[in-house]
C-alpha cells in the first residue's frame, strides 16, 4: 500500500510541477515555492486537525462539499488558480490520502528543477548559528549551487560532524575517526 502510495504522490508531483512551470516561466522558482508552501502547509494542517482529516476522509460527506472547504481553505492562502485546481482534482479522485507523499515528491522535484542541492548535516551537538553559517559557506563555496540544508543532532557521533550530499559522505565525526583507526589496526 505503501509503494502505491509512493507511486501516486510521484505521479501527482510531477504533474503539478508541469502545471506551475507551463506558460510561467519567468515566476518558476517563486510560484513553486509558494505552491511547495500552501500544499506542504495545507497537508500539515490536515495531519495535525482531527476534524479537518474526518471532512476529508469520511465517506459519507459529499465530496463536492469537501472540494468546496479545500477550495475556500486554499482561497484564503492566496494559492494560485493552478493549486487550487490542483487539488480539486487530487479530491476529486478520492486521492487525498496520497498527499503526504504527493508533498514529498513535489518537494524533491522542486529543488531538482530550480537545481537545489540537499545537504544534510549531522552533528553531535546543537551547532551555534555561527557554526551553520561557517559549514553553510564552505558548502556552498564547494558546491557552488543552491543549499538546502537540514541540520541534525546525532550524540552517538560523540563529536564533529558528518555531512551527506549529491551521495557524497564526509565523516568529520569523533566515532567514524574511531571507526576508521579499528580497520587500519586490523590490516
Known amino acids: 500500500m505503501a509503494a502505491k502510495s509512493r507511486?501516486?504522490?510521484?505521479?501527482?508531483?510531477?504533474?503539478?510541477?508541469?502545471?506551475?512551470v507551463v506558460g510561467d516561466l519567468k515566476s518558476d522558482a517563486l510560484s513553486l515555492t509558494q505552491a511547495y508552501e500552501i500544499i506542504s502547509g495545507l497537508n500539515e494542517a490536515i495531519n495535525s486537525n482531527f476534524e479537518f482529516q474526518s471532512l476529508l476522509h469520511n465517506p459519507i460527506i459529499d465530496p463536492s462539499k469537501r472540494v468546496e472547504v479545500i477550495t475556500s481553505v486554499l482561497t484564503?492562502?492566496?494559492?494560485?488558480?493552478?493549486?487550487?485546481?490542483?487539488?480539486?482534482?487530487?479530491?476529486?479522485?478520492?486521492?487525498?490520502?496520497?498527499?503526504?507523499?504527493?508533498v514529498f515528491s513535489f518537494d524533491a522535484l522542486v529543488k531538482e528543477y530550480l537545481k537545489v542541492v540537499n545537504v544534510k548535516v549531522e552533528s553531535a551537538r546543537v551547532l551555534t548559528d555561527d557554526e551553520k553559517k561557517n559549514i553553510a559557506e564552505q558548502l556552498k563555496s564547494e558546491i557552488k549551487q543552491e543549499l538546502s540544508l537540514s541540520w541534525m543532532v546525532n550524540a552517538d557521533l560523540i563529536g564533529g560532524v558528518i555531512?551527506?550530499?549529491l551521495g557524497k559522505k564526509i565523516d568529520g565525526s569523533v566515532r567514524g575517526k574511531i571507526s576508521e583507526m579499528g580497520k587500519n589496526l586490523a590490516l
Not at 487550487?84 to 498527499?99: A, D, G, Y
Open 7 to 20: 507511486k501516486i504522490g510521484s505521479r501527482y508531483g510531477r504533474a503539478l510541477l508541469k502545471a506551475i
Open 76 to 102: 484564503e492562502l492566496s494559492a494560485s488558480e493552478k493549486v487550487i485546481k490542483f487539488m480539486q482534482i487530487v479530491l476529486t479522485n478520492h486521492r487525498i490520502t496520497s498527499l503526504p507523499d504527493i
Open 163 to 165: 555531512i551527506e550530499y
